[in-house]
């Protein structure tokens, strides 16, 4: 007879614990009463309680009893397991007190199917399960209050952590990606099912790293992953309609407003949302903060504008003060036996953002340094659009066909002015710019892709191919004026340069990619993967400055300093082979990847030609080994060139900040990154314990870095080049510990993190000067403990927080360093008073200490408070008073480095108010058609 996974994970245990010996025993036996019949050969197994291994195992007889001879004194656990049935699981206590023999007497197994949500029964329900590289987090184990959404129910979860702003993180990385039964909803914008779907429509919520489609039809892992969180919803919850309205009206002008429609049927979906709010919800995906880090994200040549260069959606960063409108609507289905399935979405968003800065910076050169102030103001709104569909066809039963297109469009505004002022290290003045950017901008975006897959005769022979284009079409104006005044060491003014421009730029960028993949079987073990790719890729950057003629008034005196037209071709043909082993509990696959890469460099105004040829390795290997059912280890390598972009390449000033000009280097060569990563994935059912360790360490040889000279007046001027010896790396190690304490019930955790970096670049303390070697060392230590506990209908609680250190030090002046401590701690309160009140609370607070180049700290505590009456049995209305930031403490701040220079800014954000809200929501769902 078959017994459970459960059964089979805690069995594969006995060949290590051997049998004790001793007088103590237990008795007794498995029925179901409602069937009035005995359940032969129910699993039987006595855990030790300290940490869930496996002491003696049994099964009943013909009549359902058992019996267990030789049992030590202790602490231990009975699960009953059968087919069908939930699992039964009691602690129980083996010592001088009881008896020689504990008989449980007779235990009534109850049918899963019949479990009613209003029965309780001894018997636990498995709250995580690790199936591969997925965790499971099952619902039923977990508080759900009336109304809650996803993220309500997700922060109980261990190793997960959910953000004020519903930002999750878990196992230490970002969740970009959630799914609603397995398809995107929305698109990439996770908090519309987070914040928005009821978590009493959930049945499980799975975590993992998603592979790409190619990866996923071959089962060979080709390192591309997203960090995924898919809500698989009840079979009951799948047909009706479900929303909200929630409307709120607050002091100091403050107001928030959404509507949110979801209509489900089966396997169709239709969904429209709007929102309206100058709070900082604005509806978008928080995700898109993560993308900045590839540099895609504009600086002030743009006014300060925050995009996203060909990403999904607008982003407020928390500085300034917002005013969004966003909208969109959501549409997938699946129908003839599941042959053909849609997924299409439209969005619609505004977003405008005023706001001021203030920023302090100290830049460590060579024998000197010069401190600044910065003070600015700026004004940047953006519109966009986006609609995208994927269509999916079944062909056959061994072929599939995936078309998906998408188009953005973008319009740009913004207005910055700044006052910067600069002092030498003894606090005489240098020099004093005053400067007025304005741009406007529009971009226009497409994508489209085709995906064919076909599963051959041969068991594990396969075929794809993969067709994928892109366009990208960027235009923009603006005007540039500026003054910056020079200062000898006795104050005295020396000299003006003036500026006053008129900008033009156009980029344009179209991809056209080709890859065919063919997987062999070579035997029951090894099988290979190959595949051959080829790729065009054509951009063009035309930047343009005017000036006016000393006698008019007209911007038509072209500055050739500023001005070029370049353009930059690229062929490449890529072919490789990876050879994968699969065996058991091993996993093991390894190959690489080559590319044969020409480049054609054209400089419209100049009539040259640069023409360089490279051939690019992408070496691959990844190993993974499963201890047990719930127990995982996995360690691989990536290597991957990187080709300059055109920006660094392009061999024309930047001057739009006239103290920090940036120049491209049309020699730049490509650098390559090796990266090695590991993680180790427990969870014992039982104890509810949940260890997750990981690491990752990598290196860039051949680095493009920047080459900075600055000269007596203050003036830098940044150009990238190639540096040959040096190899920036980075790291990170994390580790989080979770576990259920039984008595109290409570979820306790405790995780840390180590990040850190070493970079490079070449200083000059004057123009004519040498260049020097800069190294900045960055390490940045973090602890944390939480603990959380829900008490259905009464109260919750969570609680986080722990120490904070950062390194950031820099070569040139070692003794002028960033290092400093910290604290980050949050909490939150609910509990459920009579006649359907509530009240609610929940305190962040922030410290960072002062360095020795930032002589100044900072410190808040941003404390929210709600109370709220619900209205109806559902609870379905809801009327609440909240007061945001009570302290009124909520101060913008961020400190960072960038090579030699450290960096603390402070901004204007969002202040303490007080707002009234409305919201109700509705729902009629049924269990619908099981076609």
Known sequence: MKITILSIALLTLLSITGYAQSNYAVTGSAIDTSEKKALQNTTIMILNAKDSTLSKFSRADGDGAFRINNLNAGKFILVMSYPGYADYTEDFILDGKTEPIHNFGKISLVLKSRLLKDVIIKGQVTAIKVKGDTTEFNAKAYVIQPNDKVEDLIRQFPGIQVDKDGKITAQGQTVNKVLLDGEEFFGDDPTLVTKNIRADMVDKVQLYDKKSDQATFTGID??????????????????????????????????????????????????LYGTAANTGKTGLSWDDAQKYADGSAPTFEDGGVYYV?????????????PKAKTSGAHYDNKWDSDKYAVNSNYKLGALDIDGTKRT??????????????TSQESHNSTFRQKIDATLTIKLDTTSNLKIAVDGTYKHLKSKTTTVDTNRRGDNTLLNISNNDLSNDRDQHIFNASTFYTKKLKKKGRTLSALVSASSNDDQSTGY??????????????????????????????TTLNTNITYTEPLTKEFSVIFNYGLNVNNGSSDRRAYSKAAAGNNYDVLVDSLSNYF?????????????????????????TKASDVSFKQINEYTDEILKRHFINWNPQAMVSYKFSQQQTVRLSYNGNTNQPSINQIQPVKNNNNPLYVILGNPDLTPSFRNSFDGYFNSYKVLSGQS????????????????????????????????????SPHNFNVYADLGRKIKGPDINVGIGGSIYGNTSYNMV????????QLNTTNAINYSGRINVNKYVENKYSFYLSGGPTYSINQSSLQAISNSNGGGFNGYGGFNGYLPHQFEIGTDVN???????????????????????????????????????????????????????SVITEERYTTIKRYFMFSITYDFTKMTAGSTK
């Not at 799948?238 to 049927?265: C, E, M, R, V």
């Not at 062929?571 to 082979?577: F, V, W």
């Not at 870095?705 to 190639?722: L, M, P, R």
């Not at 007061?883 to 960038?898: E, K, M, P």
């Open 567 to 591: 353009k930059l071709n690229q062929l490449s043909n890529q072919a490789g082979a990876v050879i994968n082993y699969t065996k058991g509990k091993t996993v093991i696959n390894f190959g």
């Open 764 to 771: 000059k303390n004057d123009i004519n000067a040498s260049n």
């Open 691 to 726: 260890i997750y360790l990981s690491a990752n360490y990598s290196f860039t040889t051949n680095p493009i870095v920047n080459n900075t000279a600055t000269d007596a007046g203050g003036k830098t001027t940044v150009q990238y080049f190639n540096l040959h010896g040096k």
């Open 222 to 271: 080709d390192g591309v992953k997203t960090k995924t969180l898919n809500i698989k919803l009840k079979d009951g919850k799948k047909s009706g309609y479900f929303g909200k309205a929630d409307f709120g009206i607050g002091t100091d002008k403050y107001y928030t407003g959404q509507l949110l429609f979801n209509k489900f049927q089966n396997k169709e979906k239709f969904s």
């Open 845 to 899: 607070y922030t410290y960072t200490a002062k360095t020795a180049a930032l002589p100044q700290g900072f410190r808040s505590t941003i404390w929210n408070a709600t109370l709220a009456k619900y209205f109806f049995k559902e609870k379905s209305l809801k009327l609440s008073a909240t007061v945001n930031d009570l302290l009124n403490q909520n101060n913008g701040f961020n400190r960072y480095a960038s090579g």
């Open 480 to 509: 540039l004026k500026s003054n910056l005044a020079y200062f000898d060491t006795t104050g005295t003014l020396t000299r003006n340069e003036p500026t006053d421009q008129y900008k033009t730029s156009h980029n344009k960028n």
């Open 360 to 373: 302090v910076s100290q830049n460590n050169l060579p024998g000197r340094v010069i401190n600044s102030n």
């Open 309 to 321: 260069g060909g990403g999904d959606d607008l982003y407020y960063t928390g500085e300034g003060i």
